[in-house]
């Protein structure tokens, strides 16, 4: 039997103003091993909602793995305490969109400089064509290797 994930008040509260903000999200998602309290795929962020328990240095350093493991996987990581969300939440909303606002300028940046997205082909084409004149090459000098021995 699977246990369903709990979702606290907190991340309830937060669900809610990203629905007012209308910022697409799944919760509680398994990525890279972990299980994610807010997940934003278009902005590649993993949002943490921290409770009392987080105190604990044990969980503390959970907390560190998940984040490295989740940065590592291309996501950038964001937590809240429970508290925050409770005190301000719109301000832990703006924090999130101002993220998602800075992802999307960057990615806009970044097609600006390879508008097709065809550099890493033409980059990659590029290494084929020399790995194959490497192998001819290699082929070649075996072969008169091969008959210089006979």
């Known amino acids: 039997m699977q246990l369903q994930p709990s979702i606290t008040a907190a991340q309830k509260k937060l669900a809610q103003g990203l629905r007012e903000k209308k910022i697409s999200y799944l919760e509680n998602q398994k990525v890279a091993g972990w299980e994610v309290d807010i997940l934003i795929p278009s902005g590649h962020l993993a949002v943490e909602i921290d409770g009392f328990y987080h105190l604990s240095t044990a969980q503390q350093r959970k907390d ?41 300028t960057r990615v806009k940046e970044a097609q600006k400089e390879d508008p097709a997205g065809d550099d890493w082909r033409k980059n990659l084409r590029k290494l084929r064509e020399e790995l194959e004149e490497k192998a001819k090459n290699t082929e070649r000098t075996g072969e008169r290797t091969e008959k210089e021995g006979e």
């Open 64 to 104: 560190e793995e998940k984040t490295a493991q989740l940065t590592a996987a291309g996501y950038h990581v964001l937590r809240f305490t429970n508290t925050e969300i409770h005190e301000d939440c719109a301000a832990c909303v703006e924090l999130i969109n101002n993220l998602l606002e800075e992802y999307k």
